[in-house]
């Protein structure tokens, strides 16, 4: 199937109010070019780099989200133009968004990522960590990140039962967080293989790739 086709048929399976964020990493233009002749203007990438080079030569009416791990040292390439960074796990990090942002008089919003997976390869904050930071004197003088709501991901299994688990955690502490700071919107849980039962659990955002664009060749 085109990559067309395939977006189609997903944003089908999407009740309203779910983002979908087309995951083009290691993609070339022509392919993300395609998806968005096909009304695609949300993509997703991992790489500071990769996503630098794509914002110059691509239309400048898409929206770039920063979905992978995130090094403080590479912010500074992508401030100037970046709508999302889902993967925000550390005051330190937070902290030089902000400074990035103002360089650019800007307010850039951010998911904080939380680690609700059974393998310790997947980052994230917990609990207390998450506490800590919004309890945090540093955090309260930011004035240039927004905190829009949490992503996670869950482990990558079969056992659907764990990952609707884990997803039901995130969504439980997307509500309580919700409690101190009412305006966050975004839960972004949910890919190619589990976005069904994350969009069960309260997904807001969903984050795919190989669904549309077919199996990444990392070379
Ligand atoms: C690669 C990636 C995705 C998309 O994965 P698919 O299985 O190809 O849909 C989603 N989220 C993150 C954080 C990723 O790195």
New binding site residues.
Partial sequence: MSIQENLAEIKADLPEGVTLVA?S?TKPNEAILEAYEAGQRVF?E?KVQDMVQKWEALPKDIEWHM??HLQRNKVKYMAEFVSLI??VDSLKLLKEIDKQAQKHNRVIPCLLQMHIAEEDTKFGLDEDELKALLASAEFKQMKHVKIMGLMG?ATFTDNENQVRKEFARLKSLFENLKLQLPEIRILSMG???DYGIAITEGSTMV?????IFGA?NYS
Avoid: A, F, L
């Fill in positions: 995951v990493k997703g991992n979905i992978g889902h993967g991901m890919m190619s293989g984050r795919i790739g190989s669904s990444r």
